[in-house]
């Protein structure tokens, strides 16, 4: 069975600085990869995927994520925070069947002036 | 392009009382469909997904049921709603059969019992 752990619940970090949010992953075989962005009160928005090309991952909203086989991470990136990205964040692992996900349990982005 | 529909965007019921949450999918054929319950401050529970019409998998037992009338509309249903029913429903879509497909998600109901 495939599991993610996604290694903070909350991460604050100040406009204009860079972002780190991490993601350990379990999976029997290769995995594929996501991260998804979460407003309130909104659905969840498809920030990047890996499907086993290249281990360097570019996204929207200038994220981007690297998948490292030898330390089953895929963290997500930004070089420079933004206010409006300031929300939630869940790394999500595929499992092959019928395209079901196994979702982590989501990290909250704040971001401060 | 492809998008989503779910309605209504939020909700508020009685104990008892019966519910029906409606997600449409557009410009994708035969996708496979979903259902999630988003807790308050917790992950997503899949409660249901269907690869095709009529084909309908529950991944948690409890009161709630759903169906798939048409290719691209899916349909979440209760006869009588409990207060723990209550939380964020959200509907996706994905590709049909691919092993490497995101899901795409509804922007949600929010369902509240009174």
């Known amino acids: 069975a495939q599991s993610v752990t996604q290694l903070d619940s909350h991460v604050s970090v100040s406009e204009g600085t860079p972002v780190l949010l991490r993601c350990n992953y379990s999976s029997s075989y290769s995995p594929s990869l996501f991260w998804y962005v979460q407003h309130p009160n909104k659905g969840l928005q498809l920030l990047l995927k890996?499907?086993?090309?290249?281990?360097l991952v570019k996204g929207i909203n200038g994220f981007e994520a690297e998948f490292k086989k030898s330390e089953t991470s895929f963290h997500l990136t930004k070089p420079s925070a933004h206010m409006s990205d300031a929300a939630e964040y869940f790394c999500?692992?595929?499992?092959?069947?019928?395209?079901?996900?196994?979702f982590g349990t989501g990290t909250r982005l704040q971001v401060t002036l | 392009s492809q998008t989503i529909h779910q309605w209504p965007a939020t909700l508020v019921q009685p104990v008892g009382s019966p519910l029906s949450l409606e997600c449409t999918v557009e410009?994708?054929?035969?996708?496979?469909l979903y259902w999630y319950r988003q807790a308050a401050g917790r992950g997503l529970q899949l409660l249901f997904y269907s690869v095709g019409i009529g084909q309908i998998s529950s991944e948690v037992p409890q009161n709630l049921s759903a169906s798939r009338p048409q290719d691209r509309q899916f349909i979440l249903s209760s006869k009588k709603l409990l207060l723990s029913d209550s939380g964020f429903y959200l509907c996706?879509?994905?590709?049909?059969?691919?092993?490497?497909?995101?899901?795409?998600f509804g922007d949600g109901t929010r369902l509240s019992i009174l």
């Open positions: 890996y499907t086993s090309a290249a281990t």
């Open positions: 410009g994708t054929s035969n996708p496979n």
């Open positions: 996706a879509w994905s590709m049909y059969g691919g092993f490497n497909q995101p899901q795409h």
């Open positions: 999500v692992v595929s499992d092959g069947t019928a395209s079901k996900l196994t």
